[in-house]
């Protein structure tokens, strides 16, 4: 299938992303994560939920799991995946060292450039896009349930997130949000 490959190259580039950021953060000695906008076990286990679901893709590609081909799904597991693309990446472009989990130690600015011109929160909404893809790829129930926790997490990790934008940006982050939907619409 040629979800297979699709599914493996987006695997691959995270890593790439991944190992150039720590590269950065290390280079910039810059703490990778930043306080938890939630309660730090469940903004974690969302963390790993996500991680979980490219665990699952993964075990399918390599064949450790066997499950019974989704041909059907085909196009779409595409179309999800590279929609993922487009919104993770040029947002990791972005936001550079600036990335990480939490609430940054440092100074940061408001980011409306790139894809956030189009939504407020391009590296989530590509996360669910991977998340349902995988879910179709590697259908099972452990699978389910890691796409589930990631997005009632980091719904709420949205939430809180937004809380903090709008208190330390007020009217810049008031602006923008009327301008700029939370996802796409």
Do not use: C
């Not at 590279?82 to 990480?100: C, D, H, I, N, Y």
């Not at 130690?105 to 407020?120: A, D, I, P």
Request: overall charge positive; charged content about 20%; proline content about 5%.
């Amino acid at each position: 299938m040629i979800a297979d490959y699709v599914i493996a190259i987006w695997i691959a580039s995270m890593a790439a992303i991944g190992a150039r950021l720590f590269y950065l953060l290390i280079k910039t000695k810059r703490k990778f994560f930043g306080k938890p906008f939630l309660n730090p076990y469940v903004f974690y286990a969302g963390k790993l939920a996500l991680l979980g679901t490219w665990v699952a893709a993964l075990f399918e590609i390599i064949g450790i799991t066997n499950n019974p081909s989704i041909g059907w799904a085909e196009p779409l597991i595409i179309a999800l995946v590279v929609m993922s693309w487009f919104l993770v990446f040029p947002a990791e472009w972005v936001l550079g060292t600036r990335l990480k989990p939490g609430i940054p130690s440092e100074e940061t600015e408001l980011e409306t450039r790139g894809v956030y011109r189009y939504t407020r929160h391009p590296l989530y909404l590509g996360a669910y896009f991977f998340g349902a893809a995988s879910v179709l790829y590697a259908p099972s129930w452990y699978n389910a349930l890691f796409f589930v926790v990631l997005v009632v997490v980091h719904q709420l990790i949205i939430r809180e997130e937004e809380k903090y934008l709008a208190k330390k940006f007020k009217d810049k982050w008031r602006s923008y949000a009327s301008k700029v939907p939370r996802f796409l619409f």
